[in-house]
C-alpha cells in the first residue's frame, strides 16, 4: 500500500476552497478529470456523509463515497469501485487557514492489486500519476479562487 500527499496553499479563505474541494464538478476545470458527478446526495449537505461521487478520469473510473464532513476542515471518502481495479485506504483532505490562504492537505492510501507486479506499478506509475493530478486539481482551485472577476458592461 501506497501513501500520498499533495499539498497547497491556495490563496483564498477557508470556507471557499473546501466548498470548491468538495464539489468534485469542479474537477473537470483540468484536463486530467473527464467528468465528474454527483451520484448521490449526502445526508446533511449535496456533497456530505453518504454522498456518492463518479469521476472519470484519463486514467480510470471511480465511484467514491463520503464517509466524513467537517466543513471547512475535513472530509474522507472511500473509493468503493474503480476501473482498473485497485485496493484503497481513505482519501482525506485537511483544510488549515495560513497566512496567504488555505493549506490544502490530500492524502490516500492505494494499492494496484497485481501480483508480483502491483506493488512496482503502484509505487513508479499510478503514484506519481495520481499526485499530477491531484497537483492539477489543487492548481484549478486556486486559479478558480482567486482570479479577478470580470467587469460587467
Not at 61 to 85: G, L, Q
Not at 126 to 133: R, T
Request: proline share 9%; with cysteine; net charge positive.
Amino acid at each position: 500500500m501506497e501513501t500520498l500527499t499533495v499539498q497547497r496553499v491556495v490563496a483564498a479563505p477557508i470556507a471557499d476552497v473546501f466548498d470548491w474541494c468538495a464539489t468534485t464538478t469542479n474537477y473537470t476545470r483540468t484536463p486530467f478529470v473527464l467528468r465528474a458527478r454527483l451520484a448521490r446526495p449526502g445526508r446533511d449537505a449535496p456533497y456530505g456523509v453518504g454522498a456518492v461521487r463518479v469521476h472519470t478520469w484519463a486514467i480510470g473510473w471511480f465511484r467514491e463515497r463520503i464517509t466524513a464532513y467537517h466543513p471547512p476542515y475535513d472530509f474522507d471518502y472511500a473509493v468503493e469501485r474503480s476501473v482498473p481495479p485497485a485496493r484503497h485506504e481513505r482519501g482525506r483532505m485537511t483544510f488549515t487557514e495560513v497566512p496567504g490562504g488555505t493549506l490544502v492537505a490530500w492524502t490516500t492510501a492505494f494499492q494496484i492489486p497485481l501480483p508480483l507486479v502491483g506493488a512496482v506499478l503502484t509505487r513508479r506509475l499510478a503514484k506519481p500519476i495520481i499526485a499530477h493530478v491531484f497537483g492539477a486539481i489543487l492548481d484549478a482551485a486556486d486559479t478558480a479562487l482567486t482570479a479577478a472577476p470580470t467587469p460587467r458592461r
